[in-house]
């Protein structure tokens, strides 16, 4: 894959008016102010932009068991009272509320994660963002850490379709427990979790947990300290993918980019600037493979909007300046109205010989794997597949006439709704909703 990138976004607006609860720390208005910084750079002229073709719930559950998606579709804050044994069965009370648009809210985040893989699938695109997605936590029939459905599990069965292996990325502040645990028994999917270790949600992550069976070894885990800064974040995470592109050669990522790793996140305790966080996209990307880009934790929702914002730029190459434009919402970046954050002077628990020993031991197993693993019929039933998931296919899953196909199912299911820039007025109004 050589040549410019062609980088597709999905957006869609009814996913930034959904509210958990009242004070809850997950505000899904962090994607309406990221989307309305991207319009204000100009960024979206260089992206193709769509809304999302909705998934059923019948999709939903390629990964989560019948009964907790029929769950989530039929429990309202009117009828919850009804349901007092499957709220306690499916961990849905005070971290996960029962909120009013639920499985919308689930199906529109989840959407564009799988509507982004097809897309790759495709060969449609060669990056993909959906920022609203990332939801890493859930289970296979229980909500978890303000996550219902698991989009990166459903997104990454979705580029097991035409990818013989798929890696995982998560910078997110937590451990990636969801997707780790859902692809534990395989090596067709790797996972990488970079995350605070510890007395910490969801208390997962330690360095020996590699996977199981068939999978053994391809669960990589850098458990982390506090107060975790740019420079030292950038000499763990770069050796520990390059070394994971080597060994594991992936077809194509799901890099997971949420941002409560950030400087001053409210349920955080990393000391990252936008600039170190960003690093980590432009290296992901500089491999050149397919990848899936998505959003995640982030509870400062301000920081939350400029960090996507600016990793939009550094998927597209496009620079762009400090003094934040105008828009809408841009008392909510007051008192200095700029892009970057300047990190605090917290302290880094993240000691040199600790961080050598986890790269040391990282880098061992990874070398003790077979160099590059090869299809296994049952890996993806290991994963947690329900029985009923769609078959895989086999060797010639990159066959030119199903990439064809592919396309074209993908093409008869995006919404017309696209966000390209008209001649007059110079946004698409339905951008700004």
């Not at 260089?46 to 029929?70: E, G, Q, V, W």
């Not at 975790?228 to 993918?241: A, E, G, K, L, Y």
């Not at 064809?404 to 966000?419: D, I, K, P, S």
Request: aromatic share 10%.
């Amino acid at each position: 894959m050589s040549g410019k990138r062609r980088v597709s976004y999905f957006y869609d607006s009814e996913v930034g008016i959904t509210q958990l609860s009242e004070g809850h720390p997950m505000r899904s208005k962090r994607i309406t102010l990221t989307h309305h910084l991207i319009v204000g750079y100009g960024l979206y002229k260089y992206m193709d932009s769509f809304r999302p073709p909705l998934i059923s719930a019948a999709d939903m559950t390629k990964f989560h068991t019948d009964d907790y998606i029929n769950f989530l579709r039929t429990v309202t804050p009117d009828n919850m009272d009804q349901y007092v044994r499957q709220l306690q069965r499916f961990n849905v009370g005070d971290d996960c509320p029962v909120f009013d648009g639920m499985f919308d809210f689930v199906q529109i985040y989840s959407s564009g994660t799988v509507g982004g893989a097809k897309r790759l699938n495709a060969k449609a695109s060669d990056i993909v963002i959906n920022w609203s997605g990332g939801l890493h936590h859930a289970k296979k029939s229980e909500a978890s850490g303000f996550c219902y459905v698991n989009d990166c599990v459903l997104g990454i069965l979705e580029l097991l379709k035409y990818h013989q292996r798929v890696l995982y990325i998560d910078i997110d502040v937590h451990h990636g427990d969801g997707v780790e645990e859902a692809f534990y028994t395989t090596d067709r999917v790797m996972t990488c979790s970079f995350h605070k270790f510890g007395n910490f949600f969801p208390h997962t992550g330690a360095l020996d947990d590699t996977g199981a069976g068939k999978g053994k070894g391809y669960s990589v885990n850098v458990p982390l300290d506090e107060g975790m800064d740019d420079i030292t974040f950038v000499s763990i995470f770069r050796p520990v993918i390059a070394k994971i592109f080597e060994r594991f050669q992936p077809e194509a990522v799901l890099l997971q980019c949420g941002s409560d790793s950030l400087s001053g996140d409210r349920l955080g305790c990393f000391n990252l600037s936008l600039r170190g966080h960003g690093d980590c996209v432009e290296y992901v990307k500089s491999f050149n493979v397919p990848v899936l880009v998505l959003g995640g934790g982030g509870y400062t929702m301000r920081n939350v909007a400029r960090c996507w914002t600016y990793e939009t730029s550094v998927i597209l190459n496009k620079e762009v300046e400090n003094p934040l434009p105008k828009n809408v919402y841009y008392e909510y970046f007051a008192p200095d109205y700029n892009l970057h954050i300047t990190p605090s002077n917290m302290e880094n628990r993240n000691k040199p010989e600790n961080l050598k020993r986890i790269l040391e031991s990282v880098c061992n197993v990874l070398d003790n794997l077979e160099h590059v693993p090869g299809v296994q019929a049952t890996s993806l039933q290991s994963a947690q597949a329900p029985d009923h998931a769609e078959p895989e296919e086999d060797e010639d899953m990159q066959d030119a006439d199903k990439n064809t196909e592919a396309r074209a199912a993908f093409e008869q299911t995006v919404h017309e709704a696209e966000f390209f820039d008209p001649p007059k007025p110079a946004i698409d109004a339905s951008i700004l909703k």
